[in-house]
């Protein structure tokens, strides 16, 4: 069995860290066997380098290894370059072909991204895993192949088998032995390392100077979260090689080319999950405020139509007293001021007759009716200035605190911070 570090040179892998040195051990151990193995971790870790050791190491390493990105072939045409297809199974199939499965056979195939897969596929795949059977597009012969598969995946595949994106028996099946790349955060003693390796070969690839970063560029390379890992790291190396003139490398010249360096080394939020969508929440507070509208106009309607008919407001003050309290709201110390402003507000003029009403009677010069104009001040609001007024309330009962304020609104966080935008507030 070979060490790891022979691996390391043989494959030019870079680093020293313990996670690193684990999944190569791994590695190793499962090579000589058939075992399926799911080599998981971020996208730009280095998922590639696992399935070449696993492949190299074992007893199919004189038969052909295929990789396929299987994130990079539209869901129409998977199936048939996976199995194949017959001629004319579909439009465009003017011959026989034979499937990835069909030409690796005794070998190994490398089914990267493999979380991408539609859910027809994934059921081929299970077949092959179960009894290296297979059929191509468009036939009706069952095939036998003998592969091997590695998969790979940046994607959670809990939460996918949750979201029933990706079946929970497949995932089973291809993860007998999972193999995790550590992202290249969490491997701060290596980056440095992997940096010098990359501008030296850049340097002998253009023909010029090595690039060699100072000691606060180097502080900087190290703080930095590398959210694209490894492919990030020499992507940014191969533009300072050949984009700068000066071969010593500051911290601010190096800056520039990590986006967002200044918050680096803080926590970010990756995801959040939600059960309903902003809109199904905004939608909800919209329609109890109509619905509540709705019931307080039906309620004054019922109000005038008793006025109208029975012609007596002191009856109909006191038969219909719990309505009124409904529509105007008052606490239970104000209900007798409240009836006789009611009183007073819904005094009726003389009856109709023919259609048409009498003239009302000469009121005193005193204003009866300033009660009435505050009611209806309040009972016009648009539901833009109610939605204010509840985001205001909320805010300051929370202590300014968006959070606990979206959770008594009943809405997300991310629609209060949208909404006190759009409002200025």
């Given at each position: 069995m070979e060490?790891?570090?022979?691996?390391k040179?043989?494959?030019?892998?870079i680093?020293?860290?313990v996670k690193?040195?684990r999944?190569?051990?791994k590695s190793?151990?499962?090579a000589?066997t058939?075992?399926s193995?799911?080599?998981?971790g971020?996208?730009?870790?280095g998922?590639?380098?696992?399935p070449?050791?696993?492949?190299?190491?074992?007893?199919r390493k004189?038969?052909?290894y295929i990789?396929?990105?299987?994130?990079?072939i539209?869901e129409?045409?998977?199936?048939s370059?996976?199995f194949?297809?017959?001629k004319?199974a579909?439009?465009?199939?003017?011959?026989?072909?034979?499937?990835y499965?069909e030409v690796?056979?005794g070998g190994?195939?490398?089914?990267?991204?493999?979380?991408?897969l539609?859910?027809?596929t994934?059921v081929?795949?299970l077949r092959?895993?179960?009894?290296g059977?297979f059929?191509k597009v468009?036939s009706?012969?069952?095939?036998?192949?003998?592969?091997?598969?590695?998969?790979?995946?940046?994607v959670?595949?809990?939460e996918?088998i949750?979201?029933?994106?990706?079946?929970?028996?497949l995932y089973?099946r291809l993860s007998?032995v999972?193999?995790?790349i550590?992202?290249?955060?969490?491997?701060r003693e290596d980056i440095h390392?992997?940096?010098?390796k990359?501008?030296?070969d850049?340097?002998?690839?253009?023909?010029?100077?090595?690039i060699?970063l100072?000691?606060?560029?180097?502080?900087?390379?190290?703080?930095?979260?590398?959210p694209?890992?490894?492919?990030?790291?020499?992507?940014i190396?191969?533009q300072?090689?050949?984009l700068?003139e000066?071969?010593t490398i500051?911290?601010?010249t190096l800056?520039?080319?990590l986006?967002?360096?200044?918050g680096?080394n803080l926590?970010a939020v990756v995801?959040?999950t939600?059960?309903e969508?902003?809109?199904s929440n905004?939608?909800?507070?919209?329609?109890k405020?109509?619905?509540d509208?709705?019931g307080?106009l039906n309620d004054l309607k019922?109000l005038?139509?008793e006025l109208?008919?029975?012609n007596?407001?002191?009856?109909?003050?006191?038969?219909?007293?719990?309505?009124i309290?409904?529509?105007?709201?008052?606490?239970e110390?104000?209900?007798e001021?409240e009836e006789e402003?009611?009183a007073?507000?819904l005094?009726?003029?003389e009856?109709?007759?023919?259609g048409?009403m009498?003239?009302?009677?000469?009121q005193p010069q005193e204003?009866?009716?300033?009660?009435?104009?505050e009611i209806q001040e309040?009972?016009t609001?648009?539901?833009q200035?109610?939605e204010?007024e509840?985001?205001k309330k909320?805010l300051?009962?929370n202590?300014?605190k968006?959070?606990a304020?979206?959770?008594?609104?009943?809405i997300s966080?991310?629609?209060?911070?949208r909404?006190?935008?759009?409002?200025d507030?």
């Open positions: 060490s790891i570090q022979s691996i040179q043989r494959f030019e892998l680093g020293n860290d690193l040195n999944a190569i051990e190793i151990q499962v000589p058939d075992i193995v799911l080599v998981t971020e996208s730009g870790v998922k590639e380098a696992i070449k050791i696993i492949h190299s190491l074992s007893h004189h038969a052909k990789a396929v990105n299987c994130g990079a539209p129409g045409t998977i199936d370059e996976l194949g297809h017959e004319g579909f439009t465009g199939a003017t011959q026989t072909r034979s499937g499965f690796a056979d190994t195939i490398f089914l990267d991204e493999v979380g991408e539609p859910l027809t994934q081929r795949l092959v895993l179960e009894n059977e059929l468009g009706s012969q069952v095939q036998k192949t003998n592969v091997r598969i590695v998969a790979a995946t940046n959670n595949m809990f996918a949750e979201k029933e994106k990706f079946r929970e028996d089973y007998t999972e193999i995790n550590p992202p290249l955060r969490e491997r390392l992997l940096f010098r990359f501008a030296s850049f340097g002998q690839k253009y023909k010029m100077p090595t060699r100072e000691d606060d560029a180097v502080h900087l390379l190290l703080k930095y979260r590398w694209g890992n490894i492919r990030q790291l020499r992507n190396a191969e300072i090689s050949v700068e000066n071969r500051t911290a601010a800056k520039s080319y986006p967002d360096a200044s680096s926590p995801g959040q939600k059960k969508s902003d809109f905004e939608r909800e507070i919209l329609y405020v109509l619905f509208m709705k307080d019922k005038t139509l109208l008919k029975e007596d407001s002191k009856k109909v003050q006191k038969e219909n007293e719990n309505l309290r409904k529509i105007y709201g008052k606490p110390e104000d209900i001021q402003a009611m007073e507000v005094h009726l003029p009856p109709i007759v023919e048409k009498h003239p009302p009677v000469q204003d009866r009716y300033h009660f009435a104009e309040e009972e609001l648009s539901l200035e109610k204010i509840l985001i909320s300051e009962r202590r300014g968006r959070k304020a979206a959770s008594e609104l009943g966080e991310r629609t209060l911070y909404k006190i935008k759009q409002y507030l």
